[in-house]
């Protein structure tokens, strides 16, 4: 069984940034891709980034390719998700997810095995 904690939300006014951090344990942590998706209020939950288990690989949604950066330590069993240039649309709040599968895409919830509590981040205009 995998946990996962989120730390880094926060409010911060629009064009400012905020780093995210996922930490894990009780698995192996380079055995897992990892995700980062997003709940706004009223909203379903919507993929924003992901990194394949040694970073090799990183996909992002439209809408914050060029403003977030995934990252992952694998010694530290901790992934990270660099937000830039927020905008009032990002307020959500933020999952982590771990994945074991295998798979082409990594925009899929439903191929996540754990998630996170969640952090809330808030953008002010």
């Known amino acids: 069984q995998v946990q996962l904690v989120e730390s880094g939300g926060g409010l911060v006014q629009a064009g400012g940034s905020l780093r995210l951090s996922c930490v894990a344990s009780g698995g192996t942590f380079s055995s897992y891709a990892m995700g980062w998706f997003r709940q706004a209020p009223g909203k379903e939950r919507e993929f924003v980034s992901c990194?394949?288990?040694?970073?090799?690989?990183?996909y992002y949604r439209d809408s914050v390719r060029g403003r977030f950066t995934i990252s992952r330590d694998n010694a530290k069993n901790t992934v990270y998700l660099q937000m830039n240039s927020l905008k009032p649309e990002d307020t959500a709040v933020y999952y982590c997810?771990?994945?074991?599968?295998?798979?082409?895409?990594?925009?899929?919830?439903?191929?996540?095995?754990?998630w996170g509590q969640g952090t809330q981040v808030t953008v002010s205009s």
């Open positions: 997810a771990a994945r074991s599968g295998y798979s082409s895409v990594c925009d899929r919830l439903y191929e996540y095995d754990y």
């Open positions: 990194i394949s288990r040694y970073g090799g690989r990183t």
